[in-house]
């Protein structure tokens, strides 16, 4: 984190930061602000006291608590991790196992609509990915719909994901689990305000997994957890997460070090402690992001939160080439935007290596697709590909001002009408 985020959480609006500028004037497409040093303070004193700095410290206990109660749950449903990716890892391993190539279920289901690191976690775990693809209004998988799956019979896991923070049909996917056996595990890394707004929603069955990097919008700079409301899947959390180790330096399972520190810890707590403050700040710029587009002609071309996560303001775009027109529009103003899964997981040169450009590094990505084109043949992700395609994040930061905001939306407004002369093509309805 740059020095210049160091600034207080909590800055009263009248006294709002100018159009964040990253390096060289530009606007970047998220500006994180974690807690400043003297509200670490006390948590760091606290550590130089107890002299414990990693192992499931006592502020790791506090954050879960702290953290659990945010979202109303019991303290055993959050489990802290030292990024969202091992929390995703570790969840697999406690609920899944480690997927077995040569085994009648080597796959893992995994939407083509979210970040790479879903699709990596399951390898990482032994799985093969296979993608399919979302529900287009709902932006997530359709859990009836995975049930007719081709592959789904040779899948040992189901990862569904909560694209930009919305969450998939939990009640659904706990009934797919149910009914087929095949374990779920949800990658809901930008979920945590979504969570706390619907109290009590964690599942029993089906663990999700947070991420509070600082490009989230809850952050203890790198870290994560799994949410599992599971007393029972608490204790082997714990276990695998720390060698395969619980009392005795035995390991008695399948193991990794995925815990968090008593540093990354603090930086939470921190941050819990102005989590009022910094949620309104979050509504306030999406209030300021939706008045702006109201104004411009532009409302229901922007998803803004609660509907998704704080950490993003996404812009539909009518189609593809409109939605490169607005970068590049807004590239030209200076503003950065980002498609922030990229063209769709399973367009990632690892996992298409037969349409990848030359990369920068010497050796190529193995074949994967030849010895899983038998089991699980590719099938087209027209809903994934389609809003991978259109939906383009426009810069957000819990300080952009409303002048900011303004200038963002005025060259998102130029671009829609260097499209079609002004005249103002027929906006979609919001999903
Ligand atoms: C941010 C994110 C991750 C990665 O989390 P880290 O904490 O950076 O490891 C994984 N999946 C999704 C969908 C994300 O948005």
Not at 215 to 243: H, P, Q, Y
Not at 395 to 414: K, N, S, V, Y
């Amino acid at each position: 984190m740059d020095a210049a985020a160091l600034v207080p959480a909590a800055r009263p609006a009248a006294d709002a930061a100018p159009v964040p500028a990253g390096p060289g004037g530009r606007v970047p497409a998220f500006r994180p602000q974690l807690p400043c040093a003297d509200r670490l303070l006390p948590y760091l004193q606290r550590i130089d006291a107890a002299r414990i700095y990693s192992n499931r410290g006592p502020l790791v206990w506090e954050l879960e608590i702290r953290l659990a109660r945010a979202m109303g749950l019991p303290g055993h449903a959050v489990h802290a991790a030292a990024s969202g990716m091992l929390a995703l890892v570790l969840a697999i391993l406690t609920h899944a196992g480690r997927g077995d190539p040569a085994g009648p279920r080597p796959l893992a289901l995994v939407p083509g609509l979210t970040f790479v690191a879903t699709a990596q976690a399951a390898e990482l775990c032994g799985y093969r990915p296979v993608f399919v693809d979302v529900d287009p209004a709902r932006w997530t998988v359709d859990p009836s719909a995975l049930r007719t799956h081709p592959a789904l019979a040779r899948a040992g896991l189901v990862l569904a994901a909560a694209p930009y923070g919305v969450l998939p049909d939990m009640a659904g996917l706990e009934r797919l689990q149910a009914a087929t056996g095949v374990p779920v595990v949800v990658d809901a890394a930008a979920g945590f305000e979504a969570l706390c707004d619907a109290p009590g929603s964690a599942s029993a069955t089906v663990p999700m997994v947070l991420s509070f990097h600082a490009t989230k919008g809850f952050s203890t700079g790198e870290g994560g957890a799994v949410i599992w409301d599971c007393e029972d899947a608490r204790l082997r959390l714990i276990r695998t997460g720390n060698f395969g180790f619980l009392g005795t330096r035995e390991a008695r399972g399948p193991g990794l070090n995925a815990k968090m520190s008593e540093y990354h810890a603090a930086v939470g707590l921190a941050m819990l402690d102005d989590l009022g403050p910094r949620r309104q700040a979050q509504a306030r710029v999406a209030a300021s992001y939706g008045q702006a587009a109201a104004t411009a002609g532009l409302r229901g071309r922007l998803h803004l939160p609660p509907r998704i996560s704080p950490a993003y303001a996404l812009y539909e775009a009518t189609d593809a080439a409109a939605c490169d027109r607005a970068a590049a529009v807004l590239d030209a103003a200076f503003i950065d935007s980002r498609r922030w899964y990229g063209r769709g997981v399973d367009r990632e040169p690892w996992y298409a290596p037969a349409q990848a450009a030359p990369g920068p590094f010497p050796d190529a990505p193995p074949d994967l697709s030849a010895d899983l084109s038998a089991a699980a043949p590719k099938a087209p992700l027209p809903a994934a590909h389609d809003l991978c395609d259109r939906l383009l994040g426009l810069p957000t930061a819990p300080d952009l001002d409303a002048a900011g905001i303004a200038r963002i939306i005025a060259a998102l407004a130029a671009a829609e009408a260097g499209s079609d002369g002004g005249a103002g093509a027929a906006p979609r309805p919001p999903a």
